[in-house]
């Protein structure tokens, strides 16, 4: 038998021995335990206590001697689910301690077409309702393809999120066929065609590289997302609709 599943549900090497013989023994007085589990007097009747606390193990009164005997092994199953609900108890405020947590600067680097979807349902991660982004090329549909885009788009769309996008002028033939819903679009002026795309949403900043094997940078940090919103603003205002 494997014991290393009780083990790892927080039973200790003690607990599981004695648990097992009271199993095997029916009904028996502390001697036979010690005698069927080879373990010292002391650590057995301390044991014994803690697997009664848990509700393992019971015992009845033999005149001055106490015969100990284990419960039903199916009360393991309901001792964890207890477990379960008392941890769900506490749940909510672990989460808040670990969204304060991701509050403090954060950088992630991200490689290839796999690590760009990634970089992007990452931004999705997010309450605001604005999500802005300047100088995406036309390599970003040659590579991420038309089906992305547009799955993108309606993600955006159900999340209720206004896109405003300031788009290379080598993307104004093909922009009815991947822009995302709900976007607003402007261009640059001719010829200036950066294969570097900047998005801003809420806390979060994604640089990526739209190359051949595309490179991306996500940064989590209020003062970095502030700043580029400043630019892409000054940026925004220029740009050509």
Do not use: C
Not at 193 to 203: A, C, D, H, Q, S
């Amino acid at each position: 038998m494997d014991t290393q599943i009780l083990s790892d549900l927080g039973f200790t090497n003690a607990e599981i021995k004695i648990y097992l013989a009271l199993l095997e023994l029916g009904s028996a007085p502390a001697g036979q335990i010690i005698d069927k589990t080879q373990l010292q007097s002391s650590v057995v009747h301390s044991t014994l206590n803690k697997l009664i606390e848990k509700g393992f193990a019971s015992f009845i009164q033999k005149g001055q001697r106490k015969y100990y005997q284990s419960s039903n092994p199916r009360n393991i199953s309901e001792y964890i689910d207890e477990k379960k609900k008392q941890y769900e108890k506490i749940l909510p405020e672990l989460l808040k301690k670990q969204e304060k947590k991701k509050e403090k600067p954060d950088i992630k680097a991200f490689k290839g077409k796999k690590g760009i979807k990634e970089l992007f349902y990452n931004l999705l991660e997010s309450d605001e309702k604005e999500f802005v982004s300047q100088g995406s090329p036309i390599e970003s549909t040659e590579i991420m393809g038309k089906t992305f885009w547009q799955n993108y788009g309606q993600k955006l769309k159900e999340k209720k999120v206004k896109a405003k996008m300031i788009y290379n002028e080598s993307l104004r033939e093909k922009l009815e066929e991947i822009k995302g819903l709900n976007t607003e679009s402007k261009f640059t002026e001719k010829g200036f065609e950066p294969l570097t795309e900047t998005i801003i949403f809420g806390k979060k900043v994604g640089i990526i590289i739209w190359t051949e094997e595309p490179l991306g940078i996500l940064i989590h940090n209020q003062v970095a997302a502030d700043s580029y919103k400043i630019f892409w603003k000054q940026t925004w205002k220029i740009a050509e609709k």
